[in-house]
C-alpha cells in the first residue's frame, strides 16, 4: 500500500499539502463508580487533576452495532411498505386474472349451446345441395309373381326380381313406392291370395325394403282387399323397417290416419299425404283407408304447409289400362295445386301417362306425374310391362325441381309362343326387372314382338304431351 493511502487512513497529511489533521478527540471518561456516602467532612482541598485513561479498545465482537438514522429508518419502513404494497397488486391481479378466465370459461361453456343453435338456424336459413327424389309406378303381387318369390323352403323373397334397380335407389334420398296390394301374410285368419282379391306373404312388404323403399304409399283400390286385419299387418311390417321416412294412405286408427308424415332431408321439411279415389272392398272402417275428398285434401294441405317445406301428394286414381287423363284427375290434381302442393305422383292406371306443370296460388308451381304405370308385375300387354321411374332433383336453396327426368323400365319375364299362344302363363319364368335401355335381349325373348327403340320412342311421345321431361338411359342417372 502507498504512502498516500496509509497516511489517509493513519490522519497524516499528504504529501504535498498544508493540511493539518483536525484534534483526535479525547477519549470519554468513564462515568466514576458510587461511592458509600462517607461522614461529612470538611471541604477538601483541591486534588490535582486526574489523568486522561487511556481508551478501552473493543474487539469487534464487543463493539455496539450501529443504528441507522431516523431519516434511513423511515425510508426503510416505507420500502418495506411498498413492497408489501407491490405483492399485494400482484397477488390480487393474479387472482382476478384467473376468476376472469374461469368466468370466461363458464360462460363459453354457457354460450355453447345458443351458439351451435344460431349456427344451426343459419345454416337451416340458407342451406345448399340438391335432394334427388325418386318415384316407381305400382307393384302388384299376383300369383305369378308370388310363386316366383318362392323359394323351397316355403320363405318369399321379392327382392332378387327387382336388385338391378338398387344401385339408383341408393344414390337417391327420396325413394317412393307404390304398395298397391297389402302383404298381410298368413296369419290371423288371412290367406295368401292373389287377383281379384290380394294378399301377399309379409315378405312383399321386406322385399321393398330390401330394394330401399322409404316413402310407401298404401293408397289403392286394392290395399283393404282383405280387410283392416291385412292392414294392419301390413304397417307392422314397416313399422319393423330401418331408415323408413314415411307411410301413408292406409291406417289402423282414427289418431294413425290424422297424423301427417314429415321428414327432413339436408335441412328440408317435407310433407307427405296419401290418398285413393277408390277402393274394391267397400267394407271398411272410416280410418282404414285415406279416401280422396277435397275438404280431407284441404285440411291436411293447410296444415303441412305450416310445418313443411316441401309437400308431396301420392294419388291412387284414373281409368286402368288407359294412357289418357280423364277429367276426374284433371280436376283433383288442379285443385291439389290450388292448395299448393309441390309434386303429385299419380298410380292406379297400371300403364305411363303424361306429366304436367299446374299453376297454383301466387305463381307456385305443382309437378304432376298422373301416372308412372306398374313397376313389379305379370301383366300381358306390354304396356303394362313398360313404366317409369321419375327423377326429381329438388335445389335445396330454392326449394323447386329443375330438369325431371324419366327412366323408362322394363318387367320381363319368358314363356315360348305356344305357351302364349295358349294362354299358359303359368309357364312364364325368369321374372326380372331391368332398365329398358339395358333389356334389348330380353325384350327380344318376351313374345312381345317389339324392340327398346320403338319403346323408347312411345314412352317420349307420352310423357312428354304437355312439359319437356327428359327420357334418360340408365347411364345418364
Not at 440 to 448: E, G, T, V, Y
Request: overall charge positive; aromatic content about 8%; proline content about 7%.
Amino acid at each position: 500500500m502507498d504512502d498516500d493511502i496509509r497516511n489517509r487512513f493513519r490522519g497524516a497529511r499528504p504529501r504535498g499539502t498544508d493540511y493539518t489533521p483536525p484534534p483526535r478527540p479525547r477519549p470519554r471518561p468513564l462515568a466514576p463508580r458510587p461511592v458509600a456516602p462517607q461522614p461529612t467532612a470538611p471541604p477538601p482541598q483541591a486534588a490535582s487533576p486526574q489523568p486522561a485513561l487511556r481508551p478501552v479498545t473493543k474487539t469487534a465482537s464487543t463493539l455496539p452495532k450501529s443504528r441507522p438514522s431516523k431519516t434511513k429508518r423511515r425510508r426503510g419502513k416505507k420500502f418495506k411498505r411498498f413492497l408489501l404494497l407491490l405483492v399485494f397488486l400482484l397477488v390480487l391481479a393474479a387472482a382476478a386474472g384467473a376468476g376472469y378466465k374461469f368466468y370466461q370459461k363458464r360462460q363459453s361453456k354457457a354460450a355453447t349451446p345458443a351458439a351451435s343453435q344460431t349456427a344451426n338456424t343459419k345454416s337451416a336459413s340458407k342451406p345448399t345441395g340438391t335432394v334427388r327424389f325418386i318415384a316407381i309406378g305400382d307393384n302388384l303381387a299376383f300369383e305369378s309373381i308370388n310363386n316366383a318369390a318362392k323359394k323351397t323352403d316355403g320363405s318369399y323373397d321379392y327382392l332378387p326380381m327387382m336388385d338391378n334397380f338398387k344401385p339408383f335407389f341408393d344414390k337417391a334420398d327420396i325413394r317412393l313406392c307404390n304398395e298397391s296390394t297389402p302383404g298381410g301374410g298368413d296369419k290371423n285368419g288371412l290367406a295368401i291370395s292373389a287377383f281379384p282379391t290380394f294378399n301377399a306373404p309379409l315378405s312383399w312388404s321386406t322385399g321393398l325394403a330390401g330394394l330401399g323403399c322409404n316413402v310407401v304409399n298404401l293408397a289403392s283400390d286394392h290395399i283393404n282387399d282383405k280387410g283392416q286385419p291385412a292392414i294392419d299387418a301390413t304397417r307392422s311390417t314397416w313399422d319393423q323397417q330401418k331408415n323408413v321416412l314415411a307411410v301413408s294412405g292406409a291406417s289402423r286408427s282414427t289418431d294413425e290416419q290424422s297424423k301427417i308424415n314429415y321428414f327432413t332431408v339436408k335441412g328440408l321439411k317435407f310433407a307427405y299425404l296419401a290418398y285413393t279415389t277408390s277402393t274394391a272392398n267397400k267394407d271398411a272402417q272410416p280410418f282404414s283407408i285415406n279416401l280422396y275428398s277435397d275438404s280431407l285434401a284441404d285440411k291436411q294441405l293447410d296444415e303441412a304447409h305450416k310445418n313443411a317445406n316441401l309437400v308431396i301428394v301420392s294419388m291412387n286414381w284414373g281409368s286402368e289400362n288407359s294412357g289418357d287423363i280423364n277429367g276426374d284427375q284433371d280436376r283433383i290434381a288442379q285443385h291439389l295445386a290450388d292448395k299448393n302442393a309441390d309434386v303429385v305422383v299419380g298410380g292406379g292406371p297400371h300403364v305411363l301417362q303424361p306429366a304436367k306443370v299446374l299453376n297454383g296460388q301466387g305463381g307456385h308451381q305443382t309437378l304432376v306425374w298422373y301416372s308412372l304405370g306398374n313397376f313389379l308385375n305379370s301383366e300381358l300387354p306390354v304396356e303394362n310391362l313398360i313404366g317409369g321411374m321419375a327423377i326429381m332433383d329438388f335445389d335445396v336453396a330454392t326449394q323447386k325441381i329443375s330438369d325431371p327426368k324419366l327412366l323408362p323400365v322394363y318387367m320381363h319375364y319368358e314363356w315360348t309362343a305356344q305357351q302364349k299362344a295358349s294362354n299358359d302363363v303359368n309357364s312364364r319364368k325368369n321374372f326380372k326387372l331391368y332398365p329398358l335401355d339395358q333389356a334389348s335381349a330380353q325384350l327380344a325373348n318376351s313374345q312381345n314382338n317389339t324392340t327398346v327403340a320403338a319403346q323408347t320412342s312411345r314412352i317420349t311421345g307420352i310423357i312428354t304431351k304437355f312439359i319437356p321431361v327428359k327420357v334418360i338411359t340408365s347411364s345418364a342417372y
